[in-house]
């Protein structure tokens, strides 16, 4: 890379937390105007290494090596910054002046409690001596820039009154206010629907363009990267395994680690039986596995036989309040659920897929009466469950179970995960002894790639892959005959989502479960699912074959879920 177009150089970082070393020798530039992409798994060091050069690690962390941004202000004496060795007055100096920072998860890098220009305009008085008046003339032009709607309502929102997107254009708008030099982009899509994703990655693109943004873009997604980075940096246990231009890496990876994070994406042609996963790889150092396009036969759909319905779902309405009277009457509801109307297959798995809102989560929840419906019906094996009293629905509650999205906060942290994955058997009194139900749950833990000595560990001395298993165990250990998966994946570094994806067509396999599958991602809901549904506003825009539907898509909105999934082009 030409010196004098780089723009910022790191030279042997290395981060320490309390003796155990989770950085190690990393090296790369990032030249003036271009974007640079770290890929790795959740661990793998890639935020850590980033955080380093903001000064927001905790006080235990010891960092050493060199980072050093370069400015051109026509002062020559502060045209080089180190920034390892800047003290925390020196950070808030260059803090969202000379490099910015998005994070992650929109919802909670706002504060709650004030206004969104407000909290924009607080960011560009800190660095600028500048009146009201011309900071909330600025913050409403960067608003408009970033292509927030009604500038001026969002300028006096709170963050809740805001969708998902809004609050990521708006934590952007925040990262611009002092026009740094640097953007880190930490997982900025990662909580978003893809949709939302595209129109957030081509927002970036647009600004780097025209504000000669240098970007340092944090993600676990290659596909998500192929659509940004000029370079890319891919980390693994804390080193840099892999760097070089995008298409190199892109196109002709070297190391397994990189070739195995291609290959466990869902295809978007065809269906194989198996992901690859990045353990695959590892182990087989690359040389004996596929390429990432599947060669596999495309999977033959179960064939529906309207005798073998075990789900039927007719006229179903979920309303919620959304405003009231003095009173406490309602006066307005929201159709979450609007007049839907399906059919589930014994032994088949319906993808249910739309974008954040639309009603799907609330949909399987009605399914279970975890909400209740205004109106319509479901039958499970030819039982009304609206008709069913508390202790006769409790009775069936064992043969329909649920698997949430988030397995951090589906776990009872005092509960060891052995207690967790146990205590449905004591609930309905499954198993003659406590060492008979104990014994079950190993067998079942070790049929979810759980090691049989973790059974008295608790929840936080696992990864979110390994949380997921115990989820996965908790919700199968009753033998149900319907599994519904809301957003079990979602959450998950794509190699850990390959390796869940097939498990749960390793137990479908041999179990004959049911599956119905929400994801807002139509990829994996295309790998996964023999049909799907589509839906939008609450209401069922369409349903069809998986291969039917992503093929041959009836609706244009399901043409703009499939356009925006992220692409490499191999």
Known sequence: MDEENTILEVRDLTVTFDHRTVVEKVNYSLASGKTLGIVGESGSGKSVSTLALMGLLPKNATVSGSAILRRDNGDQKKKNVELLSLDEEGFRDIRGNLISMIFQEPMTSLNPVHRCGKQVMEMLQQHENVSDAEARKRTLELFEEVLLPRPEKIFDSYPHEISGGQKQRVIIAMALICKPQ??????????????????????????????????????????????????????????????????????????????????????????????????????????????????????????????????????????????????????????????????????????????????????????????????????????????????????????????????????????????????????????????????????????????????DRYPHEFSGGQRQRVCIARALVLNPELVICDESVSALDVSVQAQVLNLLNELKADFGYTYIFISHDLSVVHFISDRIMVMRSGRKIELADADQLFNNPESDYTRQLIDAIPRIDL
Request: hydrophobic share 40%; with cysteine.
């Open 182 to 455: 640097v953007i880190i982009a930490d997982e900025p899509t990662t909580a978003l629907d893809v949709t939302v994703q595209k129109t957030i990655l081509d927002l970036l693109r647009q600004l780097q363009k025209r504000h000669n943004l240098s970007i340092i873009f944090i993600t676990h997604d290659l596909g998500v990267v192929a659509n940004i980075a000029d370079d890319i940096a891919v980390m693994y246990h804390g080193e840099i395994v892999e760097y070089g231009p995008a298409n190199n890496i892109l196109h002709n990876p070297q190391h397994p680690y990189t070739r195995g994070l291609l290959a466990c994406r869902p295809p978007l042609e065809g269906r194989p039986e198996r992901l690859h996963t990045v353990s695959d790889f590892l182990s087989a150092q690359g040389e004996q596995l596929a390429p990432p396009t599947p060669s596999t036969p495309q999977r033959e759909n179960k064939k529906a036989s309207p005798d073998d319905i075990i789900l039927s779902v007719r006229n179903l309405n979920v309303a919620f309040p959304i405003e009231k009277n003095f009173f406490g009457k309602t006066k307005k509801v929201l159709n979450a659920v609007d007049d839907i109307n399906f059919d589930v297959m014994r032994g088949e798995t319906l993808g249910l897929v739309g974008e954040s809102g639309c009603g799907k989560t609330t949909l399987g929840r009605a399914l279970l009466r975890l909400v209740d419906s205004a109106s319509g019906n479901v039958t499970f094996n030819g039982q009304r469950l609206d008709t069913l009293s508390k202790s006769a629905l409790r009775q069936l509650r064992p043969k329909m179970q649920i698997i949430f999205q988030d397995p951090y906060s589906s776990l009872n942290p005092r509960l060891t995960i052995g207690q967790a994955i146990m205590e449905p058997l004591a609930v309905y009194s499954k198993g003659t002894s406590n060492a008979s139900r104990r014994d079950k749950v190993i067998d079942l833990m070790q049929r979810v790639g759980l090691e049989p000595g973790w059974f």
